[in-house]
């Protein structure tokens, strides 16, 4: 499955750059409460709960970001399995200035899917996923502009 | 005879038990100390198995044992083929490979078995299951037939060159040299596509080893209890009289349920041997979906050659054919598949060849019509296509073009898929075609109403799809049948019982025979403790195989019957009849004798038996036919499309099925409903979508369409008989029937409903949203 979208951040690039590079702070934007831990440099590993339709359950994973270029662009890479199924997934993120205290967030990805999660949950699973995406990008907004907020 | 039975609406005999809750399935089976099997499946289509750390499960309270590969030690073992070989010839390439119990190194399909838990009950089952850690290392997954055979592929079989399991060529006449003299050349790909059986009850199997007596009886949703008792004896290294093997009532077979050999049917008997305990296994829904085989995947590249008044003058068609992950039932889908693209036309040039491709999906086996709705549906294309073309009405290529009844027995010169030559018994096709337009009224339809209602900006259609159905195929099967002291009959056979209703269509075979009510007759079927030789029930067999095979121990019990009274009245054999449980004398009613009193006399308890006889009115008899019988039909219906949502509906729907003497019509005409609700479902509902790394998508009933009451039709079957002389009854089988045509029936009546739009229709299954997405191709040009 392919994910594609774009998100204007109200603050700028080089503090959306620190936020997205921090697991920890994208975590905490995630819904189903992940936790993560620093394996490497640029190694993570974590849990997360996932509920699509009817099914749900723990997923468990790593993260890794490659292809760094500080502060516009990198790939992230998960990698998760949990007993309903397993996820894969490769994404590109790619940040712009949009005006003062705006930038602008490109993202294109490739998800794989299997297991119980795809079997039955696949009809749903497009728009689950896009509802977290959108509930992070929003809690990421809300964390940038609190951290950018005395500016 | 005194009283024919056969060919009556006779109320079936099992409908008591069925409705009202008394009949034994699988699940219903209790043992003390029963204890429960779940599977760990493969949630990855391909994959190397690294290792499995099974210690956790293995210490979960309730868990009595867990199983992998490796803990099977010598006794693992793929399974065995389930249908011959085909011979070593020079056009056949045939790479045999086969399901195996668990997997031990690399996984073939997503759902594919893993490892199995044996508990207290299947809650603690489950649980344990997913203490279970998988090490495995994914690779791309072989789905699609074109890309699976690219030299780049990755391979299924590893030990394989290609993902080529098999390759046939076969060829009468010379199409070449027709296609010279033609005056219509057309080619087209035909695209047609998997769906599942879907019956209503899934999978199921309890086994129980009994120490003591060293005596295994198995329960299994099989249609074929015999050769999985004679397979499991071999296995264990049993006498295959320590094997009951008992196929009780079961919730719809069509073709998935055949003698398998399922990892399923190989670990639980295996398991409780071990164990020394009875274990239970049923399938639930999402695992019939990936671990239960399904059918249809083929890519047909197909070219017909026709003069301008359209007759055929030669057919090729070249096609992939999608096995899945194994190939255990050989060709005969795809050979079943050539058979039928002939249809049941008079073609004299034919050139077809079939390439038998390993994906990384679920195992392809028969499912009811077993190849034969895409040849179907290849033939009754390239006909509508070849009919616009030339100009000509649908039904007039067909009528050019079918076989005459004077052509019969016609030989096709060609393999079928018993590997003997492909011949037509018998026939007298264009009268049924002809019954059928009258029945739905074709002439009236499309000279008045049809143009009436398009006017008044309706989207309505007509289609009328004629087919062949390849039945009653050997190698044998056999009955024995018995008078009992209390004057009823006990009839015993081989084959299992899915829902056909053979508690009645056989007992009244025995019935007319011997002059007893129907209801007095009791029959045994799936048990191997009652009979132990045949195959089983499918390819529309039952009642031509062992429906004659029950006629002729019959026969011969009614012999001994007349024999014996003749005796006992003293008046000869001829001058005697036997009705109402009782032998009379023709002209003197009341000289008579009960069936109760003579069976009685047969086993006598004092005197003695003269040598040279047996006690008893008795008699096991058999039939295998020269060669199957083929049976003829045509559908016809009448749609409307809303042309806004693509949903169809089905104002009228007709079938005329020829298929030799009719035994039940009221049983004949409940098949016809099930075989077109199948085939509703494959033309225009039903779909499983696999995506590019070989996971099923749709593996639930949320999202796997089957059609329900709303979309069925009310079915009008007409009927032609014209009596198979391959055996005495003259039946042919009807099994397959209602489904075989409907794809293709689907496909000309929604071009025509849609005929404002030149639409050509050449894949399979549609569905209303896949009916969209063409139209508006179309239209975008």
């Given at each position: 499955m392919k994910i594609e979208g774009q998100y204007t951040f109200d603050g700028p690039r080089p503090i959306l750059w620190e936020l997205v590079r921090d697991p920890q702070v994208l975590a905490t934007c995630l819904p189903g409460s992940p936790s993560v831990r620093k394996t490497g440099e640029h190694e993570y590993e974590g849990e997360i709960a996932i509920r699509v339709g009817p099914i749900s359950g723990a997923f468990a994973g790593q993260l890794s970001v490659t292809n760094e270029v500080p502060p516009a662009s990198c790939t992230l890479t998960v990698e998760g399995k949990g007993k309903v199924g397993f996820v894969k997934g490769v994404g590109n993120i790619d940040m712009t200035d949009q005006g003062p205290g705006k930038t602008l967030m490109k993202y294109t990805g490739e998800v794989q899917i299997g297991g119980k999660v795809a079997s039955v949950g696949q009809r749903l699973f497009d728009s689950v996923s896009r509802g977290m995406i959108d509930q992070a990008l929003g809690k990421l907004n809300e964390t940038l502009q609190a951290r950018s907020g005395g500016r | 005879m005194t009283k024919t039975?056969?060919?009556?609406?006779?109320?079936?005999?099992?409908?008591?038990?069925?409705?009202?809750?008394?009949?034994?399935?699988v699940d219903d089976v209790e043992i003390p100390g029963l204890?429960?099997?779940?599977f760990l499946r493969s949630d990855h289509a391909h994959a190397r198995l690294v290792g499995l750390d099974v210690s956790a499960a293995r210490q979960r309270p309730g868990v009595i044992a867990v199983f992998t590969a490796e803990d099977m030690g010598a006794d693992w073992a793929p399974g065995p083929p389930l249908v011959s070989p085909p011979p070593t010839a020079k056009d056949v390439t045939f790479h045999s490979r086969r399901q195996v119990p668990l997997v031990k190194d690399k996984i073939r399909h997503a759902g594919e078995a893993l490892a199995v838990v044996i508990a207290e009950n299947r809650y603690i089952a489950e649980d344990a299951v997913e203490d279970i850690l998988v090490d495995l290392e994914p690779l791309e997954a072989v789905v699609d037939l074109e890309d699976a055979m690219r030299p780049d592929s990755p391979r299924v079989h590893d030990d394989l060159e290609s993902n080529l399991a098999a390759h046939l060529f076969q060829k009468k006449g010379d199409y070449d040299a027709a296609r010279q003299q033609a005056d219509l050349v057309l080619r087209r790909r035909i695209l047609i596509d998997r769906g599942a059986a879907a019956a209503m009850e899934n999978r199921g199997i309890v086994a129980d080893w009994d120490e003591k007596s060293q005596h295994l009886t198995i329960w299994d949703t099989t249609q074929a209890p015999i050769p999985i008792r004679n397979g499991t004896a071999a296995r264990l290294g049993l006498s295959e009289n320590q094997v009951r093997v008992i196929a009780p009532f079961i919730g719809g077979g069509f073709g998935p349920k055949m003698m398998m050999f399922?990892?399923?049917?190989?670990?639980?008997?295996?398991?409780?041997?071990k164990l020394k305990r009875p274990i239970k296994w049923i399938e639930d829904r999402r695992e019939n979906f990936y671990a239960t085989t399904q059918e249809r995947g083929q890519v047909h590249d197909v070219e017909i050659a026709l003069s301008k008044d359209g007759r055929i003058l030669?057919?090729?068609?070249?096609?992939?054919?999608?096995?899945?992950a194994y190939d255990p039932y050989g060709l005969t889908i795809p050979l079943n598949t050539q058979c039928h693209a002939l249809g049941g036309y008079d073609i004299q040039n034919f050139t077809t060849e079939v390439s038998v491709v390993f994906t990384n999906k679920t195992l392809v086996t028969p499912v009811r019509g077993a190849g034969r709705p895409q040849g179907i549906f290849v033939i009754e294309r390239m006909l509508d296509a070849a009919a616009r073309e030339l100009g000509l009405d649908p039904v007039?290529?067909?009528r050019r073009n079918l076989i005459p009844p004077t052509a019969f027995p016609y030989e096709h010169g060609i393999i079928d898929q018993a590997f003997a030559p492909l011949i037509l018994d018998s026939g007298n096709y264009w009268p049924v075609m002809e019954k059928a337009l009258e029945m739905i009224g074709y002439a009236t339809f499309v000279r008045d109403e049809q143009p009436r209602l398009r006017k008044a900006g309706k989207h309505v259609g007509i289609g009328i799809a004629?087919?062949?159905?390849?039945?009653?195929?050997?190698?044998?099967?056999?009955?024995?049948?018995?008078?009992?002291?209390?004057?009823?009959v006990f009839v015993a056979t081989g084959v299992g019982t899915q829902g056909q209703g053979h508690f009645t269509t056989f007992a009244q075979v025995v019935a007319e025979q011997l002059g007893v009510e129907v209801s007095d007759v009791r029959l045994v079927s799936g048990d191997t403790a009652e009979f132990h030789w045949g195959t089983g029930t499918f390819a529309s067999r039952g009642a031509v195989v062992a429906g004659n095979a029950i006629h002729a121990a019959a026969s011969i019990v009614r012999r001994k019957v007349l024999e014996l009274a003749s005796k006992h009245l003293e008046t000869p054999e001829d001058e005697l009849e036997l009705e109402g449980g009782r032998v009379r004398v023709a002209d003197i009613p009341n000289r008579s004798i009960s069936l109760a009193e003579l069976a009685n006399l047969a086993n006598p308890l004092r005197g003695a038996v003269e040598p040279g006889t047996e006690p008893g009115l008795e008699a096991t008899a058999y039939f295998g036919p020269r060669y199957g019988a083929t049976a003829f039909g045509v559908h016809a219906m009448i749609i409307e499309i809303d042309p806004e949502t693509m949903m169809i509906e089905i104002k009228r729907y007709v079938t005329v099925e020829d298929c030799g003497t009719v035994l039940n019509p009221l049983i004949l005409e409940g098949q016809i409903h099930g075989g077109v609700s199948l085939g509703i479902g494959n033309a225009y509902y039903e779909k499983l979508h696999y995506d590019e790394n070989g996971q099923l998508l749709n593996a639930s009933f949320a999202d796997y369409l089957i059609p329900s009451a709303t979309e069925m039709p009310r079915i009008e079957v007409g009927h032609m008989e014209t009596r198979s002389p391959l055996n005495e009854l003259g039946t042919k089988g009807v099994g397959e029937a209602g489904t075989i045509p409907v794809?293709?029936?689907?496909?000309?009546?929604?071009?025509?409903?849609?005929?404002?739009?030149?639409?050509?229709?050449?894949e399979s299954p549609l569905s209303p949203n896949r009916l969209y997405e063409l139209t508006s191709r179309k239209e975008a040009g």
């Open positions: - | 039975l056969i060919g009556q609406r006779v109320l079936r005999n099992e409908d008591a038990r069925l409705l009202t809750g008394l009949a034994q399935f204890l429960h099997a779940a399922y990892p399923e049917e190989l670990v639980i008997p295996w398991a409780a041997k030669g057919l090729k068609d070249i096609f992939l054919h999608d096995t899945g007039e290529i067909r004629p087919f062949v159905e390849s039945t009653g195929v050997g190698p044998y099967e056999g009955a024995r049948v018995t008078v009992e002291a209390s004057g009823k794809p293709a029936l689907f496909a000309q009546a929604i071009e025509n409903a849609l005929a404002d739009r030149q639409l050509e229709i050449l």
